[in-house]
């Protein structure tokens, strides 16, 4: 296939962890050319916008974009960007897989387990937030809709399709929650049955947290509404090591980025030792996105066996002696002989 994608190198560590991941995708031979643009600091010191329109034009029109962690500036009235972007594509699905991978600290292995999450209603509103003149009583509002709950509910079921998963848990807190959480989980309850070849179940968030902890084997895909997903994509992140390999994937209906979930490291950046695989595991869920799952597994296959076999080359991050060049090189050699 032939496609562009916009790609923004992003700040921090993002411009090093980039350059290893289109290394990567350019060694699949997988027919992507891109588009570079900015956001982020090196936007506002460029062209004196965090997020030029420029940015957000390119991935209007490719649809796809590969993006580096951007560094949102403290104070000064900054909205953070990731959070315009989303408003902006409507990016209603947050898909966060947590895979476990050899050597690393990760209490658990074997995980597989890829959260969706709800992204654009919830809890997350910027209206109903009060607080009372004497400080004394906040209150804030959730706001869940059949439509919004649907659309998530059924992007999870679709993608569980396509990547042949098996099983769907839709985590709620319906019992206390009763409208919010309530109207989430009918929905989950209701699109299920469209769906009879995948298993469903329905699970308590605060149970949930207990048995992702104890028999994490039990889960392989969870639906959720935004807050709920939030905390559990981190805990699943928790299960297999931490965010040096966790990917994210926020999905919308005319367009879909792909980062990494950790941010632009400012206290490692420039020392070319910034680990590239959340990145390009990112690059690999969006082949699958674009229908090349064969060259997705290459890049997680040729990344597992590297930690296995390759130590040496591996970044400090994740106990190896190597840098993010000798990392990259060694996945580059690996997908060109897979
Ligand atoms: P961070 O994820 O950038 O760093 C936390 C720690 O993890 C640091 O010690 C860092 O060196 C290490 N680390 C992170 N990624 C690494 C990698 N690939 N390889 C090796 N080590 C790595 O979190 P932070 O310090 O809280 O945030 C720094 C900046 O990033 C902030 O400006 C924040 O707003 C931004 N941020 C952006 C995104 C995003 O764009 N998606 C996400 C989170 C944070």
Sequence with gaps: ??????????????????????????????????????????????????????????????????????????????????????????LYAN??????????????????????????????????????????????????????????????????????????????????????????????????????????????VDNTCMQLVMKPEQFDVIVTTNLFGDILSDLCAGLVGGLGLAPGDNIGAGAAIFEAVHGSAPDIAGKGIANPCALLLAAADMLDHLGMADKGNKVRAAIRDTLTNDRDAVTPDLGGKGNTDSFGDAIVKRVKAA
Aim: aromatic share 6%; glycine share 8%; hydrophobic share 40%.
């Design 1 to 90: 296939m032939s496609k562009t994608i916009a790609v923004i190198p992003g700040d921090g560590i993002g411009p090093e962890i980039m350059k290893a991941t289109l290394r990567v995708l350019d060694a699949l031979d997988c027919g992507l050319s891109y588009e570079f643009v900015d956001a982020g600091m090196v936007a506002l010191e460029k062209h004196g916008d965090l997020l030029p329109k420029d940015t957000l034009d390119a991935i209007a029109r490719h649809t796809i974009a590969l993006k580096g962690p951007l560094t949102t500036p403290i104070g000064g009235g900054f909205t953070s960007i990731n959070v315009t972007l989303r408003r902006h594509f409507d």
């Design 95 to 204: 898909v966060r897989p947590a895979i476990s991978f050899p050597g690393t600290k990760a209490r658990f292995e074997n995980i597989d387990i890829i959260t969706v999450r709800e992204n654009t209603e919830g809890a997350y509103l910027s209206e109903g937030q009060t607080l009372s003149e004497d400080g004394e009583v906040a209150t804030s509002m959730v706001r869940n809709t059949r439509k919004g709950s649907t659309r998530i509910v059924k992007y999870a079921f679709e993608m569980a399709r396509q990547k042949g998963r098996k099983k769907i848990t839709a985590v709620h807190k319906a019992n206390i929650m009763k409208t919010s959480s309530g109207l989430f989980l009918n929905v989950a309850r209701e699109v299920a049955k469209e769906y009879p070849d995948i298993e469903f179940n329905e699970m308590i």
